[in-house]
């Protein structure tokens, strides 16, 4: 008996080092969760708004790129004129649930040949291959356009590292004259 009480006050100080070294090591993300319902929603949301915008005879041929997080619409491409940007957020707007949109939807510098478009989507892939190689980067949740070498990055990830992480690898790519970060990070 002597013996199980000697040995006890020795487990509860192991019990109590194993606890703090794993609680130590578990990497939190601080960034509130979005619960399931959040995700179903800006699914909605996001098609909704894809919906809206491919309706619309002049706008459906930008491509223009939707993400949504917790009622927030992020549009990212590029336009050729201020009114069919301004006409892209009048629509994603008018989708029931959108709380609020940001507008990173750029002017093209200007009207491109058939061999700039190429050199352009030529870009575009090598900056989504370099993301994809780097795992420092959320390249999954990251949104890639190319217009006359600016490249622009849209979507949401991990954090403010991830984001800077993802600018410097675009930016290291051949041909990326500059990088137009419209990331966002998840809140």
């Given at each position: ?40 929603d800006?699914?909605?949301i ?9 309706a ?6 930008l ?8 009622g ?27 709380q ?5 939807i750029?002017?093209?510098?200007s ?7 190429v ?18 980067s959320?390249?999954?949740?990251i ?10 990055l ?17 930016g ?16």
């Amino acid at each position: 008996m002597n013996q199980f009480i000697a040995t006890r006050p020795a487990a509860i100080i192991v019990g109590a080092i194993l606890t703090f070294t794993i609680i130590a090591c578990t990497n939190y993300d601080t960034a509130p969760k979005a619960t399931i319902g959040n995700k179903i929603d800006d699914t909605v949301i996001t098609a909704q708004v894809k919906a809206a915008l491919m309706a619309d005879q002049d706008i459906k041929g930008l491509g223009i790129s939707v993400e949504t997080r917790k009622g927030k619409v992020q549009l990212r491409g590029f336009a050729d004129n201020q009114p069919l940007i301004d006409q892209s957020v009048r629509l994603a707007q008018a989708v029931t649930g959108v709380q609020d949109v940001d507008n990173g939807i750029a002017l093209r510098s200007s009207r491109q040949s058939l061999g700039g478009k190429v050199d352009d989507s030529i870009l575009t892939v090598r900056v989504q291959s370099a993301l994809m190689a780097d795992n420092a980067s959320d390249s999954a949740d990251i949104k890639v356009a190319s217009n006359a070498g600016i490249v622009q990055l849209s979507g949401f990830v991990a954090s403010q590292a991830k984001i800077d992480q993802a600018v410097r690898v675009a930016g290291a790519v051949e041909g990326a004259r500059s990088v137009r970060n419209e990331m966002g990070v998840k809140h």
